[in-house]
């Protein structure tokens, strides 16, 4: 349904506002197509994952002239009732960021037959939702094989958000990748327990700095402000953000960025609407495709060289054409063995 009745909008004005969103009294133009988006409980301002959705959603509307609505969820109990509110509105998309919303998208999505929707980071078998997750793997392989190339102290660490699966992806490749380099490199290994705790990220980036290590690889989304505030005062250390190019943030103190291109993906299913063909099923996007990688090392790109720029660019392609296959569990980090790159 590309036209929603303005009077539906009024009718859900107050709802809008009881979520946290900014309303527009105006509704979309006739014919207009209509993005509405979900946030996660980290919301819009995370510098991380939610904001990287949020550029791809600002981009179609310069781009394809879309009409968009953005809800922030600031609970768990939150995602259902912001999803049933969009879908009552008839979007033409509804986006759904983050694994978290997995089930109660499923739920949505069936009592919404004729409704589009997309999903994040996770699968939702339903015919009318594209699911869209990344090979978060290979950036992080990149990510751990430049933090073992720049450690002095061949000690570096992974501080996670959530022990999931998802997160075991970056785990793995992180530590693999370091291994890639040096299989002596220590590499420690901490979890949040929460995707927007700020403050116990930088409780435990100080902690993993203070037991020795010099490079935090920090994908914990909001929380990863926390382990960039910890940075701040290290003199010899270094922080590597995660989701969004998060450089810029403390310029020179975070080495790169594991970069996942949510923005691309949240604008490639909106034109492929618009287009007339809405995509279905399960995309997986990583190295390959160009919607996973690390960033230009704007800030940091004298600091590391170029011969480990160079040995980075090696195994960049080597995982672009199948001679390294990061792995993406515990399992296949264990089993990991390294791989002559010349």
């Not at 969103?21 to 939610?50: E, I, K, Y």
């Not at 790169?256 to 809405?278: I, L």
């Not at 279905?280 to 590391?304: C, E, N, P, S, W």
Request: aromatic share 8%; glycine share 10%; proline share 4%.
């Amino acid at each position: 349904m590309r036209t929603i009745a303005r009077t539906a909008f009024v009718a859900v004005a107050a709802t809008f506002l009881l979520s946290g969103c900014a309303w527009h009294h105006r509704g979309p133009r006739p014919g207009q197509l209509t993005l509405g988006m979900v946030t996660d409980v980290g919301g819009l301002g995370d510098h991380s994952f939610n904001d990287s959705a949020y550029r791809g959603l600002l981009h179609s509307r310069a781009v394809l002239g879309a009409y968009i609505q953005v809800l922030q969820s600031r609970s768990a109990a939150d995602y259902q009732p912001n999803l049933s509110v969009l879908s009552n509105l008839h979007f033409d998309m509804i986006y759904a960021i983050g694994f978290l919303m997995s089930r109660d998208l499923d739920e949505v999505a069936q009592a919404n037959p004729t409704q589009h929707y997309a999903i994040i980071d996770a699968v939702v078998d339903e015919p009318n939702v594209v699911s869209v997750t990344f090979k978060e793997e290979d950036g992080s392989f990149l990510a751990g094989a430049l933090a073992a190339m720049m450690s002095r102290t061949h000690h570096i660490a992974f501080l996670g958000g959530q022990d999931i699966p998802l997160l075991e992806k970056f785990e793995a490749g992180f530590v693999t990748g370091a291994h890639e380099i040096s299989p002596s490199t220590r590499v420690d290994v901490k979890y949040v327990g929460s995707f927007d705790d700020v403050a116990a990220g930088k409780e435990l980036t100080d902690l993993l700095f203070d037991d020795g290590a010099d490079i935090v690889y920090a994908a914990a989304g909001k929380a990863t402000l926390g382990a960039i505030d910890a940075v701040r005062t290290r003199a010899h250390d270094y922080v590597i953000g995660v989701d969004s190019d998060q450089d810029g943030l403390l310029p020179g103190k975070i080495l790169t960025s594991m970069v996942k291109k949510v923005n691309v993906a949240v604008f490639d299913v909106a034109r492929a609407f618009q287009e007339g063909h809405p995509l279905h099923g399960h995309l997986v996007l990583g190295l390959k495709q160009h919607a996973i990688g690390l960033t230009d090392f704007r800030y940091t790109k004298k600091a590391i060289g170029p011969a480990r720029l160079a040995r980075l660019k090696a195994i960049e392609r080597a995982i672009e054409d199948g001679r390294i296959v990061p792995p993406n569990t515990r399992a296949g980090e264990a089993t990991f063995r390294p791989v002559p790159i010349p």
